[in-house]
């Protein structure tokens, strides 16, 4: 009996093993650490150059004509030569040295009308040279003349204008009805022979004087050699400081 039951224990024991193997469970990632977000890594700052100045919109800077300018003669595309007479300064650096040349351009001319109207001119600058040979291009407008007696800038876009001048226009129409007066009349005394004539002469001279005056063309805009006019840089203009200055010659 005992040897009966010994090999179906051995059986049952093999069976038991073969249909229950033990699983190892696979490690699943923690909820946590999937939902942590992700680090974002900033590029580094690269410094400034300190070489590198701007020059900030809004700066004025004096110049002086290297040619006459008058709206007699002058035409729309005329290229317009000047000099910068004081050098500028950022942070104790002189950015732009004295005798700088600056290049620009007439955009517009308009002479003054007959009986009315004023002449003006608008000049716009676009380009600087350094003594070093160094060139930057800018945008810049007129934005005072003080070197001119008889001009002024009329707006923001720096149109030089002649100065309305009403007391010479009064003196001229004067003059003329004078004139013409003592020429009328002559000229109706010695056609008539009498003192009719002369009467009638003089005033159609007189007339004809002051018309004469007053439909005469008014002055131009006369800009000479050495104007001072002031300069106006119309956005930020970047310069490289290193490549302002003229380079020593090495004894």
Same mark, same amino acid.
């Given at each position: 009996?005992?040897?009966?039951?010994?090999?179906l224990l051995v059986t049952g024991i093999a069976v038991c093993q073969t249909t229950s193997p033990s699983a190892t469970p696979t490690p699943q990632p923690s909820s946590a650490a999937s939902a942590? $977000?992700?680090?974002?890594?900033?590029?580094?700052?690269?410094?400034?150059? $300190?070489?590198?100045?701007?020059? $900030?919109?809004?700066?004025?800077?004096?110049?002086?004509?290297?040619?006459?300018?008058?709206?007699?003669?002058?035409?729309?595309?005329?290229?317009?030569?000047?000099?910068?007479?004081? $050098?500028?300064?950022?942070?104790?650096?002189?950015?732009?040295?004295?005798?700088s040349y600056v290049q620009g351009k007439i955009a517009h001319v308009e002479r003054a009308g007959h009986g009315s109207g004023r002449a003006e001119i608008l000049i716009h600058f676009t380009s600087?040279?350094?003594?070093?040979?160094?060139?930057?291009?800018?945008?810049?407008?007129?934005?005072?003349?003080?070197?001119?007696?008889?001009?002024?800038?009329?707006?923001?876009? %720096?149109?030089?204008?002649?100065?309305?001048?009403?007391?010479?226009?009064?003196?001229?129409?004067?003059?003329?009805?004078?004139?013409?007066?003592?020429?009328?009349?002559?000229?109706? %005394?010695?056609?008539?022979?009498?003192?009719? %004539?002369?009467?009638?002469?003089?005033?159609?001279?007189?007339?004809?004087?002051?018309?004469?005056?007053?439909?005469?063309?008014?002055?131009?805009?006369?800009?000479?050699?050495?104007?001072?006019?002031?300069?106006?840089?119309?956005?930020?203009?970047?310069?490289?400081?290193?490549?302002?200055?003229?380079?020593?010659?090495?004894?």
């Open positions: 009996m005992r040897l009966l039951w010994m090999p942590s $977000p992700a680090r974002s890594i900033s590029a580094p700052i690269a410094p400034s150059d $300190p070489n590198t100045i701007t020059i $900030p919109a809004g700066t004025r800077i004096p110049l002086s004509l290297k040619q006459a300018i008058s709206t007699k003669n002058a035409r729309e595309g005329d290229a317009v030569y000047a000099q910068t007479a004081f $050098p500028f300064v950022v942070d104790d650096r002189v950015i732009v040295p004295a005798g600087m040279i350094f003594p070093s040979g160094y060139t930057v291009m800018l945008p810049g407008s007129v934005e005072n003349t003080p070197g001119a007696d008889s001009n002024s800038v009329k707006d923001s876009e %720096g149109t030089i204008q002649q100065d309305k001048d009403t007391s010479k226009k009064v003196e001229d129409a004067a003059k003329g009805g004078v004139y013409g007066t003592l020429g009328g009349a002559t000229a109706g %005394g010695l056609a008539t022979g009498g003192l009719n %004539g002369a009467r009638v002469g003089a005033g159609a001279g007189a007339a004809a004087g002051i018309a004469w005056a007053l439909l005469k063309r008014g002055p131009d805009v006369k800009l000479d050699v050495g104007t001072s006019i002031e300069m106006e840089i119309q956005r930020p203009i970047t310069v490289d400081a290193t490549r302002v200055s003229v380079a020593k010659a090495t004894p």
